[in-house]
């Protein structure tokens, strides 16, 4: 048996240990675990959904859907677009891996904002796609770099806004300019995992109407992140019918699974659920900024559910003291951000703990 070399050669992404684990190893319980670093939802799943659920607890022996076409029908009412135009992953995790499969080969080449969501540079590698990193310009996307960085082999740009893990978003007018001057035999996909937090905000463009105008645009949302339904791994892609026929002919033909469609439905549904996120989400973050402020401690001004700090200090220290305190947050060092972590805001109360335990770290030092 022999395993390919470039195989072995691949990076993993690198998941965190299970809470319960973590926990044990500092003598703590898993409540006593603070989790802020993978920018999930500290309220927990949209109560509909979880309603959903149990009420189909038992129709779960019938394989899914295929089609999606619940969920696809609702989705293309509430952003009045055709059916056609929408696919749905197992997570936007498996779109990304969609789009390789379908647009690219090896060789070619993807162009990706750095630091930005690694998995567009990991699935790449998968795909032995060249993956052209373009650095961010003051923590945002540097669309005329991106630009420059062109060349015939490339397939597919990935645009992420608000950009995981700076949280700074791509303006409209940016935009239209940049999809103006991109060919259009190149893929441009807009992954808008933060939308829900971002919508409404000051300078985020609604971006459904550039799949309107460029048949070379792609738009990626998921339900893990606002709507609390991370584990059960569900996302969607909208964009022109091709694009969407093409993803569609190399998903597998069960790719989301029965309780996903389930809760995902129900979720679009929750607007109550939606408002309380986003008003944990406003006052945490309120609270944090100004904690910072106080502590000397920079940051950016983000769209999503996260804050990228400046510790002016080796990270990847900060974030094990910390993690032996029971609250973990992602250290930006992989990023070659090695003084920034990133930090997920949570509810009140885990807000509370990380400060007085960031504190505390930053004083022993
Ligand atoms: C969290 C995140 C995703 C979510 O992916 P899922 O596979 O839907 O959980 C996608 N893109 C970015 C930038 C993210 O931060």
């Not at 608000?162 to 700074?168: A, D, I, K, Q």
């Amino acid at each position: 048996m022999k395993v390919r070399d470039w195989v072995k050669n691949l990076v993993t992404y690198e998941a965190g240990k299970p809470i319960a684990h973590a926990a044990g190893e500092i003598g703590m319980t898993a409540d006593e675990i603070v989790k802020l670093a993978s920018n999930e939802n500290s309220l927990g799943s949209s109560p509909l959904a979880v309603a959903a659920l149990k009420e189909n607890i038992n129709t779960f022996y019938r394989y899914p859907d295929g089609s999606n076409y619940d969920l696809i029908g609702k989705l293309s009412d509430k952003y009045s677009v055709l059916p056609e135009q929408i696919a749905v992953g197992d997570g936007s995790d498996e779109i990304i891996n969609l789009i390789y499969s379908a647009f690219c080969q090896k060789n070619d080449e993807a162009i990706m904002a750095f630091p930005s969501f690694a998995e567009y540079l990991l699935i790449g590698a998968v795909h032995r796609v060249n993956v052209l990193r373009v650095p961010l310009k003051e923590f945002k996307t540097d669309l005329d770099a991106v630009k420059n960085a062109i060349n015939e082999n490339t397939k597919v740009i990935f645009l992420n806004s608000p950009n995981n893990p700076t949280g700074t978003i791509i303006k409209h007018d940016e935009l239209m300019e940049f999809m103006k001057n991109v060919p259009e035999n190149i893929l441009v996909v807009m992954d808008e995992a933060y939308y829900e937090y971002a919508t409404g905000k000051p300078d985020f463009p609604e971006t459904i109407d550039f799949i309107h105008s460029f048949d070379n645009f792609l738009i990626l949302r998921t339900f893990s992140k606002a709507y609390g339904l991370a584990g059960l791994r569900i996302g969607y892609a909208i964009g022109d019918k091709e694009i969407i026929d093409a993803i569609n002919h190399v998903r597998q033909p069960f790719n989301v699974n029965k309780a996903a469609q389930i809760a995902a439905f129900a979720a679009l549904d929750d607007t109550e659920f939606l408002s309380k996120v986003r008003s944990m989400i406003e006052s945490g973050m309120t609270y944090l900024k100004s904690e910072f402020k106080n502590m000397g401690i920079e940051y950016t001004e983000s769209y999503a559910n996260f804050l990228l700090i400046n510790l002016k200090t080796d990270a990847e220290n900060i974030s094990d003291k910390l993690l032996k305190k029971g609250v973990i947050v992602r250290s930006m060092s992989g990023y070659g951000l090695k003084e920034f972590i990133r930090v997920t805001v949570g509810n009140e109360t885990e807000n509370k703990r990380f400060i007085a335990s960031l504190k505390s770290v930053l004083n022993e030092e």
